[in-house]
């Protein structure tokens, strides 16, 4: 079973910088998307970046400008580099792989992140 595992989180105060990382345990066969959401307390998860296998990014609204995600293909990983955090940026985030022929998703067990004012 691959497991994904992320590193990275932390506590830093508003305006510092944070990178995280998602690597999977073995190579997984065609990674279509990687993604990174996050969960606040008391509120839904929601996506935050994504990368296609062809290179193509998207992200929130929230983090456009200052969150960029980037991946390694050959290693199965993938990075959220995070800089001007907010406290309003405090949360769980988890990595996301969508793979394989009929492509499933996988995800990691969370690394926090705590923004201080």
Do not use: H
């Not at 296998?53 to 980037?70: E, H, L, Q, W």
């Amino acid at each position: 079973q691959v497991q994904l595992v992320e590193s990275g989180g932390g506590l830093v105060q508003a305006g510092g910088s944070l990178r995280l990382s998602c690597a999977a345990s073995r190579s997984i066969f065609r990674v279509v998307a990687m993604t990174w959401y996050r969960q606040a307390p008391g509120k839904q998860r929601e996506l935050v970046a994504t990368i296609t296998s062809g290179g193509s990014t998207n992200y929130a609204d929230s983090v456009k400008g200052r969150f960029t995600i980037a991946r390694d293909n050959a290693e199965n990983a993938v990075y959220l580099q995070m800089n001007s955090l907010k406290p309003e940026d405090t949360a769980v985030y988890y990595c996301n792989f969508m793979a394989g022929l009929v492509p499933k998703g996988y995800w990691g067990q969370g690394t926090q992140v705590t923004v201080s004012s």
